[in-house]
C-alpha cells in the first residue's frame, strides 16, 4: 500500500485489529443488560421497558445516520479536508448494520396489535377513534413493517457501499472510485432525507398519532447531526489516545468538527423554534397539546434545560476559536451535547407515558449502556482490518494540509 509523507511512519497503527472477544464480549454485554432492563420494566409502573428501548434505540441510530449523512455530503461537495477523518464517519455510518436486527422488540408488538407504544397498532382503539380509522391506511402493522425494511435496507446500502468503496481505494488508489462515490452522493441524500423524515415520523412522532408536525423529520434530523459531529470528536481523540492515526489527525480537524458542530447547534435551535412558534401562534387544540405536555409539570424544567443545554450554553462555550483546537475544552462539550441530545430524545418520547412525572430509573440505564455496547462492537466490527484514514484517496494531501487562517 502505498503511503503519504505524513502516514508511512503510522500507516502499520492505522489497522485496527480489535480481538474477536472484545467485539463478541461487548455485544453479549449489551445483550445481557437489555434482557435486565426487559425484566426490570415488566416489573415497574412507568412507561417500562418499550419506552426506554425505543429512546436509546433511536439515540444510537442517530449517531449512524448522522454519520452517514457526512459521508454523502462530503462526497456531494467534493469536500477535501474531511478525508483524514472520513473514515470514522464511514465506520460509525456501518453501524447501522448492526442496530438494524434490533429494532424487532419494537416492530413484533405492532405486527400482533400487542404494542405499549403505538395505540394505532390496536384494533379495538382504532374502531373507537374516527381519526386513527382514518390513518389507518398508513397507520397499519404490515405497512409500518414494510416502511422499516425499506428504510433499514437503503440506511445499510449507502453504509455498505461508501465505506467498500474507500477500503476498495486504499489498495488501488484508483480515483474512478471516488468518482464513482461523488455520483452516487446526490440520490444518496435525497433517498437519506426522504427516509430518515419518515422514519422518524412513523418511530417517534406516532406515539400521539393525533399529533402531526411537518417539520419534526428536520428536529431529529438536527439531532441526529449534532449527536454525530459529537461522537465523531470523541471517537477520533479515543483512537489517537490509543495510539492511531496520531499524525494524520490533526489539531486542523478538530477546529473544523468543532465548527460544525456549532454550526448544526443553532440549526437544531433553529428547527426547535420554528416547530414551536408555528403551533404556538397558530393555537390549535390538536397541535398545541403535545407542547401543553412538556411545558407543564415537572416537564417544564426539562423543556427549560434543553433550551439552555442544548442551544444557549454550547452556543456561548464553543464560539471561541481557542475552545475548538483545545481537546479537553472540544471533548468536554462533546461529551456534554452527547447528553444532552440524549435528554431531547427522551424529552420526545417519554411525556406521552408519563406526562405528571419524569421517569427515569434503571430501565433507561440499562438500555443506554447495553445498546451502547453494542454500538461499540459494531464499530469495531465494521474496523477489523481497514485502516482508519483513506490513505490513498485522491484528495489526502489536501486534507492533511488543513489549515484555518487566523481572523
Known sequence: MQTTPRTKNENE????????????GLAALGGILLVAAWALGKESQGPGFAASYLINFCYFLSLSLGALFFVAM????????????RRIAELMAATVLWLAPLFLPILVPVLTGTSPLYVWSHPEAVAEDPLLAWKAPYLNGPFFAFRAVVYFAVWAWLARFYLVQSCRQDDSGDPALTRRMERLAPASLVLFGLSVSFASFDWLMSLEPHWFSTIFGLYY??????????AWILLAMALQAGGWARQSITVEH??????LLLGFIIFWGYMAFSQYMLIWYANIPEESVWYLARQTGPWVWCSLGLMFGHLFLPFFGLLSREVKRRKMLLGAWAVWMLAIHWIDLYWLVMPTFAPKYLPFGPTDILCLVGLGCIFIAGFLYSARGRALVPSRDPRLEESLALENAVP
Request: proline letters at 2%; one cysteine or more.
Open 13 to 24: 497503527r492505522l489497522r485496527l485489529n480489535a480481538p474477536l472477544a472484545l467485539r463478541a
Open 221 to 230: 434530523f438536527s439531532g441526529s447531526v449534532v449527536g454525530c459531529l459529537a
Open 74 to 85: 462530503g462526497h456531494l461537495t467534493r469536500a477535501g479536508w474531511n478525508v483524514a477523518v
Open 254 to 259: 478538530y477546529h473544523e468538527l468543532g465548527k
